[in-house]
């Protein structure tokens, strides 16, 4: 069993942001598996469904990005999942817009949600997904990250929130190798968007 966590902030005005590129993520994810993502507990919303032979659960934490590691904690100790079977999708600035990064563990970087997930579960050792949202040096972090992106950087992030999901699938096979391969490598020719932005509560 899996389970698949897709990190933003919860309510409608934070709704596309870049910060919410994880949630826009499980979303893609969940309307390929036919998942409904609309259960309430945990301190998350979350739905149950199947990636092969697989049970995977998805969920999006309801606690804020600060906190996601809460949630993320309690569903995990009451599945009594591993590390190993957590997968995690969020949105990361240091990498462009139109590209990803899959990794099999590592640190939590400058991501506050994945800094709590870390900290809450005491492991760095699960997979990760990081989606680009580029970054705007004329802006604080925050009003960065908690704007909507232009027209033209969404069309270019729903394409990356599918083969993101498709990532995930991948992982849950047991080929996270073809997954790195088939997207990781995208990193360095990902298209180049004009950044109208900003980042926010991380």
Known sequence: MYLIAGLGNPGLSYRKTRHNAGFQALDALADKLGVRVK????????GEG???NERVILMKPQTYMNLSGDAVQ?????YKLEPERLIVL???IDLPIGSMRIREKGSAGSHNGMRSI????HSENFPRIRIGV????S?????????RPSKAEQAVLDEVFENAADAAMLIVSGA??????KYNKKHESSRSVSVDGHRGDA
Do not use: N
């Open 50 to 52: 199947r990636i092969g």
């Open 90 to 92: 969020y949105d990361d």
């Open 39 to 46: 259960e309430k507990g945990f301190s998350a919303l979350y």
């Open 134 to 137: 580029g970054k705007d040096e």
């Open 176 to 181: 996270i190798g073809e997954a790195q391969m």
């Open 139 to 147: 802006l604080l972090l925050r009003d960065y990250v908690l704007k």
């Open 118 to 121: 870390i900290g809450c579960i």
């Open 74 to 78: 309690s569903i995990m100790h009451f």
